[in-house]
């Protein structure tokens, strides 16, 4: 056994995730404001990281890492991105994806380069100004991404970049074609804290990750896999399975793989039954940010007196949404239709910069205006 240490988020993350990955203390950050609550004072010596995850579809889970994962998922990060670079730290560093660009530089060898206060176009800049190499990385989620976009002088900068990985939530496609057409190379990531961030890119496996579809559910193994949740066996022995002498974690996602791209369609619990008929809350909201003013698109469930359940969508444009919904009527047919589209002026965030689901789904549960 040894100790695990607690710090706070902004704190020397890298000297202690350093040493972590050394074979010292474990590291747990904590997210600004939070109280770590019952943490154990040890863990397994192979433990390096805990790491909470950020409860955007439900209650938040402690994540057990071992070294070995954490390493091999930054060096099959840096073969799949054509070698080691400078990173500039856009995301809270208490989450996986923080974390993981800290341990991609330290597996670089090279400082990564730290957004000074809140996340701003103009902070952003102001740190890719530094880059003291021409192997530039940067880590976002599609809602950074996007505010960058709207920036010229990010822009400008994006451009500069070897590579901008983009993960934590699906991106909608005009995000990246709007990224593409601007000459900046996205990357879009695929994976979770279970299996130490994102393991598959552009919808292929990086290093050893490993794909399978079981019943309609992404499986993924590989050596990146995390050991489990911190004092859950239950939902451990869930998720973590074995399979023909292989470990797999069970992503709780619906997709399909072609045995060389994996195609995520959305969560397998984020279907309704409206009317009777079955209506994948991911697959609306998929249909609805192809369509011209909705690029951001999110898709609820509401409940509903005549159908039981029924899709609402909330976006901060105003596009005319009489087409929108037709156009999802057309491709998933009419019970997929949203019963109504919220307009808000920003849509609720989470720390990682995920959206806000379960607030969003408040919002659609108030009576119509």
């Avoid at 050394?22 to 404001?33: K, N, S, Y």
């Avoid at 800049?125 to 976002?140: C, D, H, K, Q, Y």
């Avoid at 192809?290 to 509401?302: H, I, K, L, M, T």
Wanted: with cysteine.
């Amino acid at each position: 056994m040894k100790p695990l240490r607690v710090m706070p988020s902004g704190g020397d993350v890298l000297a202690a995730l350093r040493d972590a990955l050394a074979g010292g203390p474990a590291l747990f950050v904590a997210a600004p404001g939070s109280d770590p609550g019952d943490l154990p004072a040890t863990v397994e010596q192979r433990v390096a990281l805990i790491v909470e995850t950020s409860g955007s579809s439900g209650t938040p889970k402690r994540v057990v890492l071992s070294t070995d994962a954490v390493l091999a998922n930054a060096a099959a990060s840096e073969s799949a991105l054509g070698g080691p670079g400078q990173w500039v730290l856009a995301l809270p560093d208490h989450y996986i994806a923080g974390l993981n660009v800290l341990t991609r530089s330290l597996a670089a060898e090279i400082d990564p380069l730290v957004i000074e206060g809140r996340f701003t176009a103009q902070a952003f800049v102001a740190a890719a100004g530094r880059f003291g190499i021409p192997e530039r990385f940067t880590s976002l989620v599609p809602a950074q991404l996007a505010t960058l976009l709207d920036d010229p002088e990010a822009r400008a900068a994006l451009r500069d970049f070897t590579a901008v990985l983009v993960g934590g939530q699906a991106t909608p496609r005009p995000l990246v074609e709007s990224a593409l057409d601007h000459g900046i190379r996205v990357v879009r990531s695929y994976g979770s804290s279970e299996t130490s961030g994102g393991c598959v890119y552009d919808g292929a496996p990086i290093g050893q990750t490993a794909v399978r579809i079981d019943d309609g559910e992404v499986w993924l193994g590989g050596p990146s896999l995390a050991d489990g949740y911190l004092g859950d066996p239950e939902l451990t022995a869930d998720r973590f399975v074995v399979h023909e002498g292989a470990h797999w974690f069970r992503t709780a996602d619906a997709g399909s793989w072609d045995g060389e791209r994996l195609t995520v369609i959305g969560r397998r619990d984020d279907v309704i039954v409206s009317g009777g008929v079955k209506v994948s809350l991911g697959a609306v909201e998929r249909v609805l940010r192809e369509q011209a003013g909705f690029p951001d698109a999110v898709v609820v469930a509401a409940a509903d007196a005549r159908w039981g359940q029924v899709p609402v969508a909330i976006t901060v444009g105003d596009a005319d949404q009489t087409a929108a919904i037709a156009a999802v009527a057309a491709v998933l047919g009419a019970p997929a239709r949203p019963a109504r589209v919220i307009r808000v002026a920003t849509l609720p965030l989470l720390p990682s910069g995920k959206v806000d689901r379960r607030a969003l789904a408040a919002l659609a549960a108030l009576p119509a205006d």
